[in-house]
């Protein structure tokens, strides 16, 4: 065998490892290309119930929105209505109210007077400022009762 016919040899024995390395890496890349291919068929079939159940899902939320939007303009329309019921009720009572206050006081505070001005009765008690909702002691009296004292 000459030289040339031995390199001839092992370029045929080259080339045949060559072949069988690409037969075999294509047998592999045809086998994952099929698993892929496999693996997106299924989850196609799966991702069209889930997008429908999640466009059922879309449309339910959107109805409740729709539910609360028209609640909230309720509430607020109620709101407003007491807000006016309110106001309409001060105007008219309050007026009224406050007379009847301001005469029922001056009422207590006539007859009081007569009473602490009754002979056989002590000196007079110490006398209050009504003041919306409270009651203080007037300054102007506890100034006075303070002179008398010292």
């Known amino acids: 065998m000459s030289g040339g016919e031995v390199a001839g040899i092992l370029v045929a024995?080259?080339?045949?490892?060559?072949?069988s390395f690409l037969a075999v890496a294509l047998a592999r890349l045809a086998q994952t290309l099929r698993a892929?291919?496999?693996l997106v068929a299924d989850v196609t079939d799966q991702a069209v119930p889930l997008l429908a159940d999640a466009s059922s899902a879309v449309r339910s939320a959107q109805t409740q929105i729709?539910?609360?939007d028209a609640i909230a303009s309720d509430v607020?329309?109620?709101t407003s209505?007491?807000?006016a019921l309110s106001t309409t009720v001060a105007s008219t009572f309050g007026g009224p109210l406050v007379k009847v206050a301001a005469f029922g006081y001056g009422v207590r505070r006539a007859i009081g007077g007569r009473k602490e001005d009754a002979p056989g009765k002590p000196g007079r008690a110490?006398?209050?400022t009504v003041i919306v909702g409270r009651t203080v002691p007037s300054a102007r009296r506890e100034?006075?009762?303070r002179g008398k004292k010292d």
């Open 13 to 19: 024995v080259f080339w045949a490892i060559l072949v």
């Open 36 to 38: 892929t291919t496999k």
């Open 66 to 68: 729709d539910r609360v």
């Open 76 to 78: 607020q329309e109620v």
């Open 81 to 83: 209505n007491a807000s």
């Open 126 to 128: 110490s006398r209050r």
């Open 143 to 145: 100034r006075r009762g």
